[in-house]
């Protein structure tokens, strides 16, 4: 996997139950870092996609075009 440092300030409450779960996980910090980050990103694009079928979708003409 090709990497990148990235220097971030994130509040040191949040570094604390960052680490204890990647301590439980047995991962690094920067692995459990990537994982949520990825997992969010990919649940935020799945949740625009939605967004957008349920728009055109609601539109009264496209919905009676897809109507048998």
Sequence with gaps: MNT?????????????MID?????????????ISMMLREKIL???ARQLKEAYNR???DDVIKEE???
Aim: avoid cysteine.
């Design 4 to 16: 990148q440092k990235v220097a971030i300030t994130i509040p040191r409450d949040l570094v604390m």
């Design 20 to 32: 204890a779960f990647s301590k439980k996980k047995g991962i690094s910090r920067s692995r459990f």
């Design 43 to 45: 649940d935020e694009r």
């Design 56 to 58: 055109v979708f609601s």
């Design 66 to 68: 897809q109507e048998w």
